[in-house]
């Protein structure tokens, strides 16, 4: 494995980049303050761009990691920053790498996520080598597992998990990619 970092990434439509703390308006009025995009996530709606800022602080840390892998989601063709996507060692998942995602609302539907999420484990898997991952999505949030298996994670087990707060908690599906299955994702890719 070679830790690489949150290098940009590109597809048809998106670039995916680090996040800075300039972004904090778009980010906040995009998607961070919109509860419908938080529902599910383990943070709660961001109430002030202050809060946002705070985020993004720490993001930028975070980036200079090389194993830190989180970018934001930028349409090519208008610039705007729609959305993030990453993916976080969990040791407690024996080593698996667990990838999450949210958008804005006005682009749910139009296959921007999978698009991203594909080219993220096209990267971490022939560039990075990792070779194990993980995914997990609310069981009233089906949106999520179409785009898990759209991109070839298989569902492992059914389970739960909580917000950071701890004050949601969700019934969910969990969902692992190994890299067994990578050729199944090639073909998609
Ligand atoms: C989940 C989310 C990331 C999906 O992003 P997206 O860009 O709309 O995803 P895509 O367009 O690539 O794919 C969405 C898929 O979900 C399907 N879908 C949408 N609503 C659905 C529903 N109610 N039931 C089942 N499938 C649904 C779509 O049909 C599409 O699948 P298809 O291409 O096979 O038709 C987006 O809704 C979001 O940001 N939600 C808020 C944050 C969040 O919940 N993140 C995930 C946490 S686990």
Redesign the pocket.
């Known amino acids: 494995m070679e830790h690489k970092g949150s290098i940009r990434l590109e597809t048809e439509r998106l670039i995916l980049r680090k996040l800075k703390i300039e972004d904090a308006r778009e980010v906040y009025k995009n ?1 961070a303050s919109d509860p ?6 383990r943070w709660n709606e961001h109430k002030s761009i202050e809060d946002t800022m705070l985020w993004l602080a720490e993001e930028e840390k975070n980036a200079r990691r090389k194993d830190y892998y989180t970018w934001g989601i930028q349409m090519k063709k208008t610039g705007k920053l729609i ?1 993030s996507i990453g993916a976080f060692y969990r040791e407690d998942e024996n080593g698996r790498y667990e990838v ?6 006005k ?9 991203a ?1 594909r080219a993220v484990m096209d990267f971490l898997i022939n560039e990075v080598g990792i070779s194990k991952f993980m ?4 069981v009233e ?7 898990m298996r ?1 991109v070839g994670f298989e569902f492992a087990e059914d389970t739960y998990y909580e917000s950071f707060d701890r004050k949601k908690k969700f019934a ?1 599906k969990k969902y692992y990619l190994d890299i067994e299955q990578a050729v199944e994702l090639e073909e998609v890719v």
Not at 107 to 115: D, S
Not at 141 to 147: C, F, L, Q, R, W
Request: proline share 3%; with cysteine.
């Open positions: 998607w419908d995009v938080a529902k599910f996530m959305g999450g995602y949210g958008i804005s609302k682009y749910w539907n139009n296959g921007y996520t999978t698009e999420l995914c997990m999505h609310a949030n089906p949106a999520s597992g179409a785009v759209k969910s």
